[in-house]
């Protein structure tokens, strides 16, 4: 292995946010980027400084001295694009969702194993500053036993401007943001889920995915736990501003965030007891070189731009993203989202998604 990890980046819309980190981080190089679109392509290689620029994924995976390729395609391109890199013998960092199909997930799972390479689906909710203050309180036992938890990602995407692949998306296929961070912090895989739609989207969205539910709302079985987890996700002609959120009721304290933008997250400790509490942010947990990306507007003197990361990269979580994968890459392990654990997470959604379109039947969830 080279001194350091060498990743080429692939999509670069939300993908370039990622740019200046992985310049940045002292393990990895960032050794080329890729985009369909040639005038994006040399916009962004321009911008960054980057030499080596690929239109063609095909001609990307061929290349010998490449280790790594990081994912930030449309969502129906991701099963196929992270099996192509891991057959080729490439690390692989994906964004959310791991894929559209059980079926998908379960190739991938199969295909990290046989590869022997890592692979890592780049949830952000699992690395939020909010989710990692949540953490430190279940692994302290602070929060006591935990009872319950429940998570919600609401998002009115009806305004157009979004990709055309967007519109009418059932509501559970991108669901591992509210999904994500119960599991994570039950420590358990999800087993089965109980789901229901609720409302109704517009007809031409309908006809697209044939999805009619503006809300879905599941229940979902923790698999050797006495845990049950609640998720709500809604996308469309459903007003509210946008939300994140994730709570978790313990016996001796209970976690909740975030109910409205520019409000922190609250503990409530007794019967009558709450506190607004402060969330810290954890760029101490990261190497110097990156730990300033876990806020918004970072400047770069090496390469003189500017990168005004997304809330700081999704609750600062983008370095901690990086940092994970390219250290499980440098230690030879799996990542902490790795295929089976994404799996998991992702087709929790598509079998909520799958039980509400059967009325509420239980649907079990494999377990690869």
């Not at 350091?4 to 980190?21: S, W, Y």
Request: some cysteine.
């Amino acid at each position: 292995m080279a001194d350091k990890i060498r990743v080429a980046v692939v999509g670069l819309g939300f993908g370039a946010e990622f740019l200046p980190i992985y310049q940045r981080h002292p393990d990895a190089e960032l050794w080329g980027i890729c985009q369909r679109s040639e005038d994006q392509l040399n916009e962004i290689g321009d911008q960054f400084g980057v030499a080596r620029r690929f239109s063609s994924y095909e001609e990307l995976l061929r290349q010998p001295d490449l280790d790594a390729v990081h994912i930030n395609t449309p969502i129906a391109a991701h099963a196929p694009m992270s099996l192509a890199a891991l057959n080729a013998g490439k690390h692989v960092a994906c964004t959310v969702p791991m894929a559209t199909t059980v079926e998908e997930c379960l190739q991938l799972v199969e295909a990290e194993r046989r590869s022997g390479k890592v692979y890592m689906m780049m949830e952000t909710a699992v690395y939020t500053r909010e989710f990692l203050y949540a953490q430190e309180l279940v692994r302290s036992g602070t929060l006591g036993k935990i009872q319950f938890l429940r998570g919600s990602h609401q998002q009115n995407m009806s305004l157009p401007g979004w990709p055309d692949y967007w519109y009418g998306m059932p509501p559970m296929h991108y669901a591992t943001h509210a999904v994500g961070p119960l599991l994570s912090l039950a420590g358990a895989r999800a087993e089965s889920v109980v789901c229901f739609g609720s409302g109704r989207i517009r007809e031409e969205y309908v006809q697209r995915y044939g999805s009619p539910f503006a809300v879905e709302s599941a229940l979902v079985k923790l698999g050797n736990s006495d845990l049950a987890c609640e998720v709500t996700r809604s996308l469309f002609d459903t007003i509210r501003q946008y939300r994140e959120s994730f709570d978790v009721y313990g016996t001796e304290r209970s976690f909740e965030w975030e109910q409205t933008i520019g409000e922190g997250a609250v503990v409530y400790s007794g019967f009558e007891d709450a506190e607004r509490v402060e969330v810290p942010d954890y760029g101490h947990l990261l190497p110097k070189e990156i730990a300033g990306f876990t806020r918004a507007g970072v400047y770069d003197d090496e390469h003189e731009h500017t990168s005004f990361i997304q809330g700081g990269g999704h609750g600062g979580s983008h370095p901690h993203l990086l940092h994970e994968f390219v250290t499980a890459i440098r230690e030879g392990r799996q990542a902490s989202v790795d295929a089976a654990t994404a799996a998991n997470w992702t087709m929790t959604g598509v079998c909520a998604h799958e039980s509400a379109m059967r009325g509420g039947e239980r649907v079990a969830i494999p377990q690869p």
